[in-house]
């Protein structure tokens, strides 16, 4: 099983990045797809979340407007738009798939550096 997340780095307040996530191993329509961040001394936050059908999608309230989430059924990839990256949004960002039935399990990636600063 891989989640590989790529499109991470270095950009300046309000600028943007795209993440996304390449999944494989697993059958991707069994699972709900999310992102989350961890920024240095804080708790893993969830970003964004969405349904094995690219429905059911929510959003931290810190990202709400200004990023969305997508998720390609036949390439099997999630992305992450950001817009209007602030500092406060610097982490390491991860993919995690979550299972809709019981008794699997959940898996995530490696996680990629988002970092805004001028």
């Known amino acids: 099983v891989h989640l590989v997340e790529s499109g991470g780095g270095l950009v300046q307040p309000g600028g943007s990045l795209r993440l996304s996530c390449a999944a494989s191993?697993?059958?991707?329509?069994?699972?709900?797809m999310t992102w989350y961040r961890q920024a240095p001394g804080k708790e893993r936050e969830l970003v964004a979340g969405?349904?094995?059908?690219?429905?059911?999608?929510n959003y931290g309230d810190s990202v709400k407007g200004r990023f969305t989430i997508s998720r390609d059924i036949v390439k099997h990839t999630v992305a992450l738009q950001m817009n209007s990256l602030n500092p406060q949004d610097t982490a390491v960002y991860y993919c995690?798939?979550?299972?809709?039935?019981?008794?699997?399990?959940?898996?995530w990636g490696q996680g990629t550096q988002v970092t805004v600063s001028s």
């Open positions: 191993g697993f059958t991707f329509s069994n699972y709900r």
């Open positions: 995690h798939a979550v299972p809709l039935f019981w008794g699997q399990r959940d898996y």
């Open positions: 969405i349904g094995s059908g690219g429905g059911s999608i």
